[in-house]
């Protein structure tokens, strides 16, 4: 069965320093999301992604992020200059059209930042 | 604006007993409503949906899920827990946009 996959699966940075989480979306689908998940808080929202450009994006998906599909295949979050709060676990998904449409999600990467 | 509201951070019930998880959601015109399963270090796997169609939605692992509008509930029942059953499970709602809202979560442990 397709799956996304997201590495790396742990990721430890310095604060200030730029990190890059990268996903491998299910082949044909042409949604792309990510979502975090700070330690015992909800799963968040950060930003929607189609036709490549962004389609919907909450309030903290600041300036300090950005979202790529460098290549066809990998779909990339980037935090320019991390702060101790960014460290959660930071899910991509993927979906094959909007509305009710299945959100499939990778394992996640859990980011650190020091 | 959209919410869902999970009661119960976390429930305990016996293996054989009945599971059952609470969601209420908030929303302004009929919503799409999940429920998702996050097994120990790993990601949300979807366990069923409701989609404007049939109110009683069944999923894997033997979960259902009843949407009542009148009391805008989306509650998770399985007859009887298995001990693989154990795991957090989420209540989220989509509403007319891409993203999904999620609840707080609640974490299902099964005694022996």
């Not at chain 1, 975090?36 to 189609?50: D, W």
């Not at chain 2, 604006?1 to 007993?17: D, I, M, N, P, R």
């Not at chain 2, 999923?59 to 399985?78: D, M, P, Q, V, Y």
């Not at chain 2, 709602?93 to 022996?112: A, C, D, E, M, Y």
Request: charged share 15%.
């Amino acid at each position: 069965e397709p799956e996304v996959t997201q590495t790396p699966s742990h990721q430890v940075t310095q604060m200030g320093q730029e990190v890059i989480l990268r996903c491998v979306p299910i082949s044909n689908h042409l949604y792309f999301y990510w979502y975090r998940q700070i330690l015992g808080q909800k799963v968040e929202f950060l930003v929607s992604f189609y036709n490549n450009e962004i389609s919907e994006k909450s309030e903290i998906f600041d300036d300090q992020f950005s979202v790529e599909r460098p290549d066809g295949s990998n779909f990339t979050l980037k935090i320019r200059s991390t702060k101790l709060e960014d460290s959660a676990m930071y899910f991509c998904a993927s979906s094959g059209g909007a509305g009710a449409e299945t959100q499939y999600f990778g394992p996640g990467t859990r980011l650190l930042v020091l | 604006a959209q919410s869902v509201t999970q009661l119960g951070s976390h429930v305990s019930v016996s293996e054989g007993a009945l599971v059952l998880l609470r969601c209420n959601y908030s929303s302004s015109v009929p919503p799409y409503l999940f429920w998702y399963v996050q097994y120990p270090n790993q990601g949300l796997q979807l366990l069923l949906k409701y989609t404007s169609a049939a109110t009683l939605v069944k999923g894997i692992n033997g979960f259902e899920a009843e949407f009542k509008k009148s009391e805008t509930s989306f509650h998770l029942t399985k007859p009887s827990a298995h001990m693989s059953d154990a795991a957090e499970y989420f209540c989220a709602v989509r509403p007319p946009s891409q993203k999904l809202v999620f609840g707080q979560g609640t974490r299902l442990t099964i005694n022996p």
